[in-house]
DNA sequence: ACCGGTCATTAACATTTGTTTAGATTTTAC
DNA sequence: GTAAAATCTAAACAAATGTTAATGACCGGT
């Protein structure tokens, strides 16, 4: 709880009162390793706020294979963001990897917080500008980097996931299978 | 000018007071083909609203290599925003690929925006969130589909695209060599 | 109308990456 | 503690994709 409430704080001025309001339609949630916090196929209604513990975000491709396309870390926020601002379903399901505790933000929250927060847009903008930046820096790697070098660029972006997350994983998250990974790994030493 | 006009409008409401105000900070430029709307290396100060025409974005691999990121067409929004938002130098360089006309929003402007504008944050967020989803859709086309299917469905993204983009800016776009996707074209009919 | 450059296609060949299978090790569940 | 499952590596082979080079069509500028 107090580290949503320093996020927020690091993120916009908020009068104490404006917080605990907010805070109030909010809760927390515990899930066990493996535990899923969604579910493809479900109109994302909430927002979670990760206060330990680690999820990925998974897609089912046209041939049916799973794929891990997202890490989220303690600090972050993690959803099916386009089912929720869009009211679709989800095409994204989201995994604990660790047993992950959460702030779960439903959408009540989160339209109140627009509604009646000072600096809500604000707020929003921020989050929004943030994923901004990581999505852009992700297509630039795709572009710019081979598979071995995202590889090993990729504690930058998710630190000491090598000591968090399976191998076949992050194989996953890079686009490539997991034998060519440890082929890749294998070749630079 | 009534393009941007019509597009904020749809965007927040804004009165006809502020919009004055805020187009008064913003001026009209019209680019040749081929010319440069901002180039690599470049801190980007200004966001351009383009009114007609076309560009794409570009940038350089570790290798020394151009690649296609980006097709931007008339009613959006085109920057190396990272490098607008963060102040670093540019990445990318913008370029026109046909004759483009652009409303050009000088930083001074957008900040008076968030500063004076009644939903300027709601703005900010709009144009924000709309990006995720773009980028969103994108990183999920990557992981489901493969190379042939994303060009197959580049036209829901970039309509009429195929009349106004040579076809090895389309495979750059698409990660893959122009001599391959003339080899998938040939294999789909 | 011409010329030079850009562009799309094709073929041959090289390289990268995927798939399958197997084996050894580690982790997890009960 | 033990059995089952998960994980990583390895090798052999298959498929996808890149590279180079050649050709002809098309386009833009003069």
Redesign the interface.
Known sequence: MEKLHATLRHLISISDEELNDFLALCYEKTFAAKAFLSHQGEISQEIFFITSGLTRST????AGNE?T?HFSLEGQFIAD??SF??STPS?NSVQALEETSVMVMPRKAIEWG?AHLA?G??L??TI??F???Y??????N?????PA?RYENIAQIFPNIHNRVPQHMIASYL?ISPVHLSRLKKGSR
């Open positions: 897609i089912i491709d046209h794929h396309i963001y386009t601002l869009v095409t627009y600096q847009d604000k929003g903008r929004a500008e994923y901004f930046l999505f852009d820096n992700r297509l630039k795709q572009y710019v980097f081979t070098q686009g």
